[in-house]
């Protein structure tokens, strides 16, 4: 089976909260899971930037979904193309808030990526987002190894 990737940038059309934002993503979740998708979600109050992984039919058919979403706006594709392997198998959608207070890991990653400390994911180019999408992803799983401990 051949694998697609999907990075987008959008803007929210209204702030989201947390709480609204991980009901969407509960449902979307299931649906992922489903059809074979994985991916990774992270977040401002005004910001996404996703990755979506999975068949190319099932990625297409999500994104158009999402192109005619109203709570996003300025959709931007930042890379697309097909993989040999997922970059975020370990999750049907893993959301990321960036909101509050990042730790200094993870402003340094945002400034790697991005060169400014403001999460504004529309500036990054392809490799800036899927680099800064996998390192997040790394951290999240180291996190959450330690949390399990």
Known sequence: MQLTRIIYASV?????????????LRSAGAHNEAQGITGILCFSGHAFLQALEGRRSDVNRLYRAILRDPRHKEVELLSAG??????????????????GQPTAQRRALL??????????????????????????????????????D
Not at 12 to 24: H, R
Not at 82 to 99: G, Q, V, Y
Not at 122 to 132: C, H, K, P, V, Y
């Open 111 to 148: 400034l790697r990526h991005s060169r400014t400390t403001v999460f504004e994911p529309r500036t990054m180019t392809s490799r800036q987002a899927r680099g800064f999408l996998r390192e997040l992803a790394e951290l999240e799983r180291r996190h959450s190894l330690v949390a399990a």
């Open 82 to 99: 097909e993989i040999d392997e997922r970059d975020f198998a370990d999750w049907s959608m893993k959301l990321i808030s960036w909101d």
């Open 12 to 24: 929210a059309s209204a702030d989201l909260g947390y709480d609204e934002l991980t009901s969407i």
